[in-house]
């Protein structure tokens, strides 16, 4: 059986935006953004965008394209079965956010239907608390997911290609246009004033609790270190340039994410609703409930969460291809079995997520963090110190005169510079989830140690070049 590759560039860049264009920007992103100083986390987000997501997205690239493999089989093809753990990684990371995010999924669907009626209007508050867990959450959630089955099952080309090629311009047009309408309501101003100008003093003082949480959402806005990156780009065929198109990627994704901001935060200071509060039910909650306020009511409901709907299931569809593309690799099952019974998986693991606030928390919280993390980390000392000649060979292939430019500071960065940095927040992030308080400087000391022990074990198993 031949293996699918993308029909036109563009489909792969559409996929990939699609991909990062997700809850991630429009949920996870403006309730972070909020929790954590507004301008000040923006901007130690972007640095971390660009220092870190896009050399990771470019080194998950990387892998892909040169082994045309699932996350998994990837590794063994490049240098052997030793190496298959790093991909199993991945699909750990994987099934972690699907399970979580397909909750999420149900309740925009769930919001999605009940615009039309108003039916969160009067008393959002509680309408939130009625339907967030619970049997509920569990249907809307199934619903989400067979939404996701049905676009992988179709295929590659015919399922991921085609839908998010109607998807990302359609997120595009109508966040545009709800940031124009949001710019005209009275009081707005103040939202920009609170999204856009930077509290230094406020960044001084909380750098070490802003930090790990940008470096967390730069990981998962941009889909990198569950392996969706390298499975998407493990479908490319022709020569193209790895670094432009992860650049390219990323300006969309942020650019999208600023947009969604311009339509949130006007429109909640508009109606005096404080952004900082309300935690992961705050895009539900307040600004559900400011819908309530605004002529055409159900209207706006139905295209705000419609457009999060569509932004939310073309991000789950690269979750699940991770899996189905190993199954279908690896254990040789056509594309439907293996579609259907990932499907089963998260039908049961995504339920469990439904019923319990606890799980969805440990999930979506902490957990995602540290699976992406790993990950990535993994992902990069393998191209920096396994690959090595390689992997700048890779990333050289169809590369033009900048992205040339730029391979050099690329490999330095992705095999030294970023997985002490990657560590450092692993170690920091486990010791958050187990309880215990490392100090920053026992954090960056086991970092440094890590990373070298792992450089040296690596570089005895190189692939020769
Ligand atoms: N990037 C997606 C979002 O921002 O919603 C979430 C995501 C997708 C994270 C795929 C990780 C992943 F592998």
Known sequence: ????????????????????????????????????????????????????????????????????????????????????????????????????????????????????????????????????????????????????????????????????????????????????????????????????????????????????AAAGQALFTLSVGAGTMLTYSSYLGEDRSLAADGTLIAVLNTAIGVLAGLVIFPLLFSLGVSPGQGGPGALFVSLAGAFAELPYSRLVGVVFFGVVLLAALSSAISILEVLVAYLVDEHGLSRERATLGTGGLFLVTGSIAALSPAVFALLADTLANVVLTAGLLGFLLFDGWVLGRLAREEYARGAGPIARLFELPWYYAIAVVLPVFLAFTLVTGVGGILGIGISTRGAAAVAVLGVGGAILALRRHGVPG
Do not use: C, K
């Not at 309740?107 to 009625?130: M, V």
């Not at 080309?157 to 246009?177: K, N, Q, Y």
């Open 1 to 212: 059986m031949t293996r699918s590759t993308w029909r036109t560039r563009i489909g792969f860049i559409l996929a990939a935006v699609g991909s990062a264009v997700g809850i991630g920007n429009i949920w996870r992103f403006p309730w972070l953004t909020a929790e954590n100083g507004g301008a000040a986390f923006l901007t130690v987000y972007l640095l971390l965008v660009v220092g870190v997501g896009v050399p990771g997205l470019i080194g998950e690239f990387v892998i892909g394209r040169r082994s045309n493999r699932n996350p998994v089989g990837a590794f063994d093809e490049l240098a052997g079965r030793w190496f298959r753990p790093l991909g199993a990684v991945a699909l750990l990371a994987s099934t972690v956010i699907l399970s979580f995010y397909s909750v999420v999924g149900g309740w925009i669907l769930r919001y999605t239907a009940a615009s039309t009626t108003g039916a969160y209007f009067t008393a959002p508050q509680e309408y939130f608390a009625a339907i967030d867990y619970g049997l509920g959450a569990v249907g809307f959630h199934v619903l989400f997911l067979a939404m996701t089955v049905a676009i992988v099952y179709l295929g590659v080309e015919r399922g991921i290609e085609v839908s998010t090629t109607v998807m990302v311009p359609g997120i595009v047009l109508l966040f545009g246009a709800l940031a124009v309408w949001a710019s005209t309501l009275p009081g707005a101003g103040g939202g920009y004033d609170f999204y856009l100008s930077l509290d230094v003093a406020y960044l001084r003082e909380n750098l070490f609790s802003v930090l790990p």
